[in-house]
């Protein structure tokens, strides 16, 4: 009896880990999108305060660092853009997976 009861409770844990999974991914990638969001903000932030101290140089040769590391800066920002997509893609469809898996109980 005690086994019987000691896999029944295994079993249903297992069941449950199972449907909780795909929301865990969801909120998971969620947070990723979020973080990398934010680093991309950041990041274009920072490109347009060296793209602003570009402009404001005196001389084409004093522009050249800034306007260097706006571009820099602006690369970085979409990198971390194009990271944020593809979490959200992710958390979508974990989300989907979530719902369809609610749907079933």
């Given at each position: 009896m005690r086994?019987?009861?000691v896999a029944a409770i295994?079993?249903?844990s297992l069941a449950?880990?199972?449907c909780s999974k795909?929301?865990?991914k969801a909120t998971n990638e969620a947070g990723t999108a979020k973080a990398e969001a934010a680093a991309a903000d950041?990041?274009?932030a920072t490109a347009s305060t060296d793209a602003a101290a570009a402009a404001a140089a005196p001389t084409a040769a004093g522009a050249a660092v800034p306007a260097m590391a706006a571009g820099e800066a602006?690369?970085?920002a979409a990198g971390h853009a194009m990271k944020a997509a593809?979490?959200?893609?992710d958390a979508g469809g974990a989300a989907m997976s979530a719902a369809k898996d609610a749907a079933k109980k």
């Open positions: 086994t019987i009861t295994a079993a249903m449950a880990v199972a795909p929301a865990d950041a990041a274009a602006a690369k970085d593809d979490a959200a893609k």
